[in-house]
């Protein structure tokens, strides 16, 4: 083995790279994030080229977390109809930090534990500041989020992603209202879902704004 001539210095290894350069022009640090790095544009971009279920659905098109964020929104306000234009958007801004993390089945998830969690939390909450928005929600509305997630989840698993009803409800449970079933699941082109993504956030930022008052 060739030693290491005297006064020579230890070589020391580059920092991996933690950043990710947006289409916008922004790099959004994954260990740091901050709220001036995140826009909507990439946001919608981003979500709407992510697909649910690692792309195993039938149709055309992908059904992308775009099109999930759209459908978790609406199932928050039928279960409760007098839900905020505020709780709506955090809704919709669920799954946002998977535009640059992607979205790992829950399978995955449980495998790669606690760390994937806290990046995706530290993401949420800087995603949330960014759009004037709480960075931690309250508890009764996270949980009417995770409840419309869950119901969203059953309908693409029965409707897209090849699941018996059986194995629907032993993963996600039965539905309670069968009304809810009958929502339809579109099959959008990317640029459809980005374009009904970027639409509703701008009518429900208008309507938050309308609430609190703003000018």
Known sequence: MTQRSAGA???????????QRMLSGRRLDLLDPTPVDVEIEDIAHGLARVAR???????EWPFSVADHSLLVEDLCGRLRPSISAEDRLIALLHDAPEYVIGD???????????????L??????VIFIRFGLPASPATNLMKLVKRADILSAYLEAIRLAGFSEEDA???????????????ELPNRTPSEAKAAFIDRFETLSAAMDAERGAP
Request: glycine share 10%.
């Open 104 to 118: 790992l089945i829950s399978p995955f998830k449980a495998v790669v534990g606690d760390g994937y969690k806290s």
């Open 120 to 125: 995706e939390h530290r993401l949420l909450c």
């Open 9 to 19: 210095r230890p070589t020391r290894a580059k920092p991996a790279r933690a950043w």
């Open 169 to 183: 409800v032993k993963a996600f449970g039965a539905p309670t209202d069968e009304r809810l079933l009958t929502i």
């Open 53 to 59: 279920w690692n792309g195993q659905t039938v149709g």
